[in-house]
């Protein structure tokens, strides 16, 4: 999985089956749209590697490659799911 910059706080993981894109808050914290989806690998431990804590995670919709991850993202973060 490998994150690509956008442009100032606005990033995206470029994951196996999904692009996940993120915002950098500050303070290590960040804010997914969508969690991606079981085949997408580690995210917990991809934002763990990078020192980051995900705050939250906006879903755009409920379908399971969208929203697989918000549980495991939850329980190591805290994360809030929107």
């Given amino acids: 999985m490998e994150r ?3 442009k100032g ?3 995206y993981l470029d994951a196996p089956r999904a692009s ?3 915002y950098k808050l500050g303070d290590g914290e ?6 991606g989806s079981e085949e ?5 431990g991809h934002f ?6 995900v705050a939250a ?9 969208h929203v697989h991850n918000n549980v495991p993202l939850r329980d190591a973060f805290g994360a809030e799911i929107h």
């Fill in 4 to 6: 690509i910059h956008i």
């Fill in 9 to 11: 706080d606005t990033w």
């Fill in 20 to 22: 996940i894109p993120f």
């Fill in 30 to 35: 960040v804010v997914l749209l969508d969690s």
């Fill in 40 to 44: 997408d690998g580690d995210i917990v």
């Fill in 48 to 53: 763990r590697e990078h020192g980051e804590r």
């Fill in 57 to 65: 995670v906006l879903n755009t919709h409920g379908h399971l490659d």
